[in-house]
């Protein structure tokens, strides 16, 4: 089957400070989401792009797409959001034609990952894996703490092994049945897709994730994003 990609864009972005909805600040003079489905379209294997736009903003999200260039062999269209990503996700999902074997789901919020991450997911899903993620090891040594009230100091109750450890990025690629099961089956709130699929009992892989595919959270963010785009440009 052909290969889609779902990029939920419906969040906030609280975290990066007030303004516009996310997806929709700009990196460089163009708008976040741009970057991500560009990003997405490089690899000649997508045939498709779903945005998943926030609840109120799919007209304003199908016009900004429209006024963007996209290679020739790249469809998309925009459908409403949910609350939660999770929502989002399973209403970009129900949006796909029936030839579409393939999904990788990629966060708006990651704009710059590059061709060479996406074509190794779709690959090493195209070779059998129901569930592939890119993630890197981490540089920050990790502990699981007792959550108290803010303000109030958190007592440390485990140091999991570092070199075990992954950061996981998007697009995370799935067997697109897999995929839609796990949503059908998982009512959990969850932070990405794969841990889903590990849910329902399936093997979910990981592949070399890329340092240039971290997810624009926080004010510095954009610093980075922004000096990332002008060293290509350079
Ligand atoms: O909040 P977080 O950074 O985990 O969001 C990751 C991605 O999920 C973002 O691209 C965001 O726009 C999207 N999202 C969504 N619908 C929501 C919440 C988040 O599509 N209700």
């Known amino acids: 089957g052909r290969t889609a990609v779902v990029i939920p864009a419906a969040g906030r972005g609280v975290r990066l400070g007030p303004g516009a909805p996310k997806a929709l600040r700009a990196l460089n003079g163009t708008p976040m989401l741009i970057h991500a489905v560009r990003a997405m379209a490089a690899s000649r294997a997508v045939s498709l792009v779903v945005v998943v736009a926030p609840p109120d903003g799919a007209p304003e999200v199908k016009n900004l ?21 999770q929502e989002s996700v399973r209403l970009g999902l129900e949006a796909l034609p ?41 540089a920050d040594t990790v502990k699981q703490v007792e959550p108290r009230a803010k303000g109030e100091p958190e007592p440390v109750v485990a140091t999991p092994e ?33 841990s889903m699929v590990e849910q329902l009992g399936a093997p979910v892989v990981v592949v070399p994730g890329h340092e240039e595919a971290f997810k624009v959270t926080r004010p510095l963010d954009l610093v980075l994003a922004e000096a990332v785009l002008a060293r290509r440009r350079a």
């Open 162 to 194: 570092r070199a075990r450890l992954r950061a996981v990025q998007t697009p995370q690629g799935f067997d697109r049945d897999t995929l839609v099961r796990a949503h059908e089956t998982v009512t959990d709130d969850v932070t990405d897709d794969a």
């Open 98 to 138: 029936e030839t579409i074997g393939t999904v990788l789901v990629h966060d708006a919020a990651r704009p710059l990952v590059p061709v060479d991450t996406v074509d190794a997911v779709i690959e090493a899903v195209r070779d059998g894996a129901p569930a592939v993620v890119p993630a890197l090891p981490l």
């Open 65 to 85: 797409l429209d006024a963007h260039a996209l290679p020739e062999r790249t469809d998309y269209l925009v459908v409403p959001g949910g609350d939660t990503r």
